[in-house]
């Protein structure tokens, strides 16, 4: 709780995603008189996925790119609750739990991470592995490195995530297995990265052509 004034507001944020993190941040660094924060999630620990390419190329443990949510929201002056939402009863603001009691709110934040609908692309689900939620990918990759390092890798997506995702594989493969794997990248938009300058979106093109990836823009 924020400390130093009577409690005139209860905001409760639910789920441990990137915009909560940024939030029990500036409420640490800038604390809201009569604000009592409360943080509920059911993962102690949350993944920073633009750290992810650098997991999967080894660079950084699993540690390292996990958030302690618990640690955060004890800066930020927040109580912090390990638990499931089971609802959000609007009409009575409260959070609903199977094993607890109601959690009262006058504002409520919900963040709690995105995930792909992979029914939107024919055989994803049997075929693909989505990135999100980072715990089951982190499982996924585990799996197959175990088996041997896959050959042939297709990726789906030609933002910057994507194509630092390819460049990862590459640079690992090569290290650990001693060859690259020949890798697919198809992105819907005319070009790579269309959020950056056109020039960049070059000199990364060139970077992964150099590692012996495919780009298929257009698709």
Not at 45 to 57: D, H, I, Q, R, W
Not at 131 to 156: C, T
């Amino acid at each position: 709780m924020q400390t130093g004034a009577p409690v005139s507001g209860e905001l409760v944020l639910l789920g441990g995603g990137h915009a909560q993190v940024a939030a029990l941040k500036s409420f640490a660094m800038r604390p809201l008189p009569g604000l009592r924060l409360t943080l509920v999630c059911r993962d102690i620990n949350t993944p920073y996925s633009g750290m992810l390419p650098a997991f999967v190329e080894g660079v950084w443990s699993e540690r390292d790119i996990h958030i302690d949510l618990q640690k955060l929201a004890a800066m930020a002056n927040a109580r912090f609750i390990h638990a499931e939402a089971t609802g959000i009863d609007t009409d009575d603001k409260r959070i609903l739990f199977a094993d607890r009691p109601p959690v009262k709110f006058d504002m409520l934040s919900v963040n709690i991470g995105g995930r792909p609908n992979l029914a939107a692309i024919d055989g994803a689900a049997q075929h693909a592995v989505p990135v999100k939620p980072i715990s089951r990918f982190q499982h996924r990759l585990d799996e197959l490195v175990s088996k041997g390092y896959p050959r042939r890798i297709a990726i789906i997506g030609g933002g910057a995530a994507g194509c630092e995702l390819a460049l990862a594989f590459a640079r690992r493969w090569f290290r650990e297995a001693g060859a690259r794997p020949d890798i697919f990248i198809f992105a819907r938009s005319a070009r790579l990265v269309p959020e950056m300058p056109p020039r960049a979106a070059r000199l990364l093109h060139d970077a992964l052509r150099d590692v012996g990836c495919t780009v298929q823009c257009g698709a």
